[in-house]
């Protein structure tokens, strides 16, 4: 879940970022189901790199 104002520069960037990580770490994964907690070191590591590359843009994304 993310928690965003909708004025928000760059949300739709970072959305699209964490559903790319998702698809690529759990929807390729043959052994997991939808509902199950997603377990995977990889998953992880990509989004709280995600996070943080979101983070550094700023509060309002690059160019405010």
């Known amino acids: 879940m993310v928690l965003a ?3 928000q ?3 739709d960037a970072l959305l699209r970022k964490i559903y790319e990580i998702y698809s ?3 929807l390729k ?3 997991y189901s939808l509902e199950m907690p997603i377990r995977c ?3 992880d590591q990509n989004l709280k790199l995600a996070l ?3 983070e550094k ?3 309002f994304g690059p160019g405010s």
């Open 5 to 7: 104002d909708p004025r």
């Open 57 to 59: 843009a700023g509060p």
């Open 24 to 26: 690529d770490f759990a």
């Open 41 to 43: 070191e990889l998953f």
């Open 52 to 54: 943080e590359v979101a």
């Open 29 to 31: 994964n043959p052994f």
């Open 9 to 11: 520069a760059g949300i």
